[in-house]
C-alpha cells in the first residue's frame, strides 16, 4: 500500500518533471522566442541587450537557466513575467484558479446531471424517436465549437434580445467573485458554465447509453430480475453500477483538463480571468515564466487527477483493488 | 396421492414479433417434491421455456398457459410477476461468475433480494443471508458473506447463488444448467444440494443437456427437441424404456463421468432444426431412423402409458 504510494507518486513528480523540461525545450527551441530581444525591444542598443541578457541570467547555460526557473516557481514562488516587468507569475496563477475552478464546477454539474438524464432516458427508450432525438441533439451538441456557441449567446443575450424578459437577468461580461455576491457569482457564471458543459452532455450522454445498454445484457442484470427487483432499480442500481466505470474515469480526466486551464476558449469568449485565458495570454506574448507556471498547474492538476481516478476505480470496482485488473 | 401440481405449462408458445416461432409447443407439469429434468441438445428451447416461467422474455409472445400454484400467469401484470420473481419461484443460472455483479458482495445480493420482498431490517436480512450459506454447505459464512463473487471458487459461488435463489422460500426453483461451468466433483456436491431441496418439498425444475445429471438428480424427465417437448415422464422408467427415437439417442449419447462432455450427440449425425427452417411434420424426422411417410404430419404429445407421454407415429394407436 504505502510502497504503491511512493512510487505512484514517484511516478507522478517524474511526469511532472518532463513535461516542465519539454516546455522549457520547446520554448528556446521556437524561433523568434529569444526573450532577451522581446525584453530589451525593438532597435535597442547592445550594452541595453547585455545588461538584460546578464540580468536575467540569459547568458548561462539552459540547463542551470532551467534549474534557476524552477527554484523560482516552485521553492521561492518569485518568479516574474517576461513581459511585463517584474509581475510575479504565481500570484497570477493562484488568483485565476478560483475563477476557473467555479466555472468549472458549474459546467460539471450541468453535464453530469444533463448527461444522466438524457443517457438514461435513451437507453430505456432505446430505438425509439425520443432516443434517435436525444443522439441526434447529443451529435449536435458535440460538434458545435464553444467559441461559436459561446459568440452566439452573448450576441443573444448581451444584445439582441438582451432587453427582453428572458434575458434581462443576464450581468455584463466578466467575472464575480463569490466572497463578493453569491448569487451574482451564479448569475455570471449560468450562461459560460451551460455553453461549456453542452458538449459534454452530448459526449456523456452517449457514452452513458451504450455502457448502460452494454451492461443491461448480462448475466448478473437478468439475475437481478429474476430476484424480482423493479424496472427502476435494475436500471439505477444494478446497471448503472456496472457501467460508470468508464464514465467516472472519463469525467476524471476532462474535469481536471478544464481545471488545468481546458476550458480557455470559454473563458476567452466570456471574459472571465481564469486559467485558460492566462495561458492563451501567455502562449500569445511567448511569456516563458507565465507558460511554465501555467503549464505546470495544469500538469499537477492532470496528473493528481489520474491517481485519483485510478483510485476511485478500485473503490467502485473490487477486482481491480487486487489487482486483477481486466481480469 | 398424487401431489399437487405446482407448475403446469400446457401449450406454451413463443414467437418473435415477426411471428418466428421460438417455442412451438412446451407441455409439461412439476408437482411438489418433483425434479423434473428439461434436456436437450442445446439451442432447444430450454432457457427459453424458464425465461418464460419466470416471466424474463418482454420483448417475446407468449401464448399458451403457465400455471403457477393453480394461478395463469400468462397475461398478468409485470408488477405482480415481479412479486412472484425470487419468492414464489427462483432461478439459478449457468454462470455463478457473471450472475452475480461483480461490484457487490455477495452478502450483500442476497440481502437485497431478502428485502425485496420481506420487510426486515439490514441486520435481520444479514443473519438470515448467513445462516442460509451455512445451509448450503458454505464454510465460514459470516466471512464468505463480505467477500465478493470473483473471491470464491465456483463451487462457492454457485452454492452462494443457491441461498440467493432459496432466501424466500420459493415454491419452485428453476436451475438451468447450473453444474456446466463447474468441473465434475463439484457438479456431483451441487447435485446433490439440489436433490436436498427436492426432499425438503420444493419443486425443481433442473435445465440440462445431460441425460447423465438428469438420470443422477430428477424425479421426472422432459425431453425437448426443437422448441417441442417430445416426450415426458418418471425418470426410471424413461431411462429404461426410452420410447421416442431422439430420447433414445439421448440415452445411447450419456458421456462418461468424466472426461471431455461432447456438445453434439455422437449417435445421431445433424443438429435440430433453427426455428424458422422446422420441418412442417415431425420436427425430429430429419434425422429420425424410424422415419416414414406418416411422420410428415406433425404427432401431438399424447399419454401412451401411464404418466408417460410422447409425441411420435410410432405409438399411435
Ligand atoms: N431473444 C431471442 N431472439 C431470437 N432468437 C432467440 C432469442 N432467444 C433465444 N433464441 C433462439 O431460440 C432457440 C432456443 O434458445 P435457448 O432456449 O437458449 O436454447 P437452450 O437453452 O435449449 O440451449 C435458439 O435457437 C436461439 O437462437
Ligand atoms: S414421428 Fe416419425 S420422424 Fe418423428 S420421431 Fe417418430 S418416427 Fe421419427
Ligand atoms: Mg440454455
Redesign the interface.
Same mark, same amino acid.
Given at each position: 500500500m504505502i510502497r504503491g504510494f511512493a512510487s505512484r507518486t514517484g511516478q507522478m513528480l517524474l511526469v511532472i518533471f518532463g513535461i516542465s523540461v519539454l516546455v522549457f525545450a520547446i520554448f528556446f527551441a521556437t524561433p523568434g522566442a529569444d526573450p532577451t530581444a522581446r525584453i530589451a525591444g525593438r532597435g535597442a542598443s547592445p550594452q541595453v541587450v547585455a545588461r538584460i541578457r546578464a540580468e536575467y541570467g540569459f547568458d548561462r547555460p539552459l540547463p542551470v537557466q532551467y534549474l534557476k526557473m524552477m527554484e523560482k516557481l516552485f521553492i521561492s514562488r518569485d518568479l516574474t513575467s517576461f513581459v511585463n516587468h517584474g509581475q510575479p507569475v504565481v500570484p497570477e496563477v493562484l488568483q485565476a484558479a478560483p475563477v476557473t475552478l467555479s466555472l468549472v464546477l458549474w459546467a460539471a454539474f450541468f453535464w453530469v446531471s444533463g448527461s444522466l438524464v438524457f443517457g438514461i432516458a435513451s437507453a430505456v427508450l432505446r430505438d425509439s424517436w425520443v432516443d434517435r432525438l436525444l443522439m441526434v441533439l447529443g451529435l449536435v451538441g458535440l460538434s458545435i465549437p464553444v467559441f461559436w456557441l459561446g459568440e452566439v449567446v452573448n450576441l443573444v443575450t448581451q444584445s439582441r434580445w438582451h432587453d427582453t424578459l428572458l434575458f434581462r437577468w443576464v450581468p455584463p461580461l466578466g467575472y464575480v467573485p463569490f466572497s463578493q455576491s453569491p448569487f451574482g457569482w451564479a448569475k455570471a457564471l449560468f450562461l459560460p458554465s451551460l455553453t461549456l458543459a453542452v458538449a459534454f452532455i452530448g459526449l456523456y450522454a452517449r457514452v452513458l447509453r451504450s455502457e448502460l445498454l452494454t451492461a443491461m445484457g448480462? &448475466?448478473?442484470i437478468?439475475?437481478?430480475? %429474476?430476484?424480482? %427487483?423493479? =424496472?427502476v +432499480?435494475v436500471w439505477l442500481w444494478?446497471g448503472l +453500477? /456496472?457501467s460508470w466505470l468508464s464514465y467516472v474515469s472519463l469525467f476524471g480526466l476532462d474535469f481536471a483538463q478544464l481545471l488545468g486551464g481546458g476550458a480557455l476558449l470559454t473563458e476567452v469568449v466570456f471574459a472571465l480571468p481564469g486559467v485558460g485565458r492566462l495561458t492563451y495570454q501567455a502562449l500569445a506574448t511567448l511569456d516563458l515564466p507565465l507558460i511554465m507556471a501555467t503549464v505546470m498547474y495544469a500538469a499537477v492538476f492532470v496528473v493528481v487527477a489520474n491517481a485519483l481516478v485510478d483510485g476511485l476505480y478500485a473503490l /467502485? &470496482? =473490487?477486482?481491480i483493488r487486487e489487482g +486483477?485488473h481486466g481480469g | 396421492m398424487e401431489a399437487e401440481v405446482l407448475l403446469k405449462l400446457h401449450h406454451l408458445h413463443l414467437e418473435l414479433s415477426n411471428g418466428t416461432a421460438l417455442l412451438e409447443d412446451v407441455s409439461l407439469n412439476v408437482r411438489r417434491g418433483d425434479a423434473l429434468g428439461v434436456v436437450g441438445e442445446s439451442g432447444s428451447g430450454k432457457s427459453l421455456t424458464a425465461m418464460s416461467v419466470m416471466g424474463l422474455l418482454p420483448g417475446l409472445r407468449a401464448s399458451g398457459s403457465i400455471r403457477f400454484e393453480g394461478r395463469e400467469l400468462l397475461g398478468l401484470k409485470d408488477r405482480e410477476w415481479r412479486r412472484l420473481r425470487g419468492a414464489g419461484m427462483a432461478m439459478i443460472f449457468q454462470d455463478p461468475m457473471t450472475a452475480f455483479l461483480p461490484v457487490r458482495s455477495i452478502g450483500a445480493q442476497i440481502d437485497e433480494q431478502i428485502r425485496l420482498h420481506e420487510r426486515v431490517s439490514r441486520r435481520e436480512a444479514r443473519a438470515r443471508t448467513v445462516a442460509l450459506l451455512g445451509r448450503m454447505g458454505v464454510p465460514d459464512p459470516e466471512a464468505a458473506a463480505k467477500r465478493y463473487p470473483h473471491q470464491l471458487s465456483g463451487g462457492l459461488r454457485q452454492r452462494a447463488m443457491i441461498a440467493m435463489a432459496l432466501s424466500c422460500g420459493p415454491a419452485l426453483l428453476i436451475a438451468d444448467e447450473p453444474t456446466t461451468a463447474l468441473d465434475v466433483t463439484v457438479q456431483a456436491q451441487i447435485l446433490t444440494l439440489l436433490c436436498e431441496i427436492r426432499d425438503s418439498g420444493a419443486g425443481v425444475m433442473l435445465i440440462t443437456h445431460d441425460m447423465g445429471v438428469v438420470a443422477q438428480t430428477c424425479t421426472h424427465v422432459a425431453v425437448v427437441y426443437s422448441g417441442l417437448v417430445v416426450e415426458q415422464g418418471p425418470v426410471a422408467a424413461v431411462m429404461a424404456r426410452p420410447l421416442h427415437p431422439y430420447t433414445q439417442a439421448l440415452l445411447e449419447a450419456i458421456p462418461p463421468l468424466d472426461g471431455p462432455r461432447p456438445d453434439a450427440l455422437p449417435t445421431i449425425p445433424g443438429r435440430p432444426s433453427a426455428p424458422d427452417a422446422r420441418p412442417e411434420g415431425c420436427v425430429f424426422a430429419p434425422r429420425c431412423r424410424f422415419v416414414r411417410p406418416d411422420c410428415a404430419v406433425r404427432p401431438a404429445l399424447r399419454e401412451v402409458e401411464e404418466g408417460r407421454r410422447v409425441a411420435c407415429v410410432l405409438y399411435d394407436a
Open positions: 448480462e &448475466d448478473s437478468r439475475t437481478a430480475r %429474476a430476484k424480482g %427487483a423493479g =424496472p +432499480r444494478h +453500477r /456496472l /467502485l &470496482d =473490487p477486482r +486483477r | -
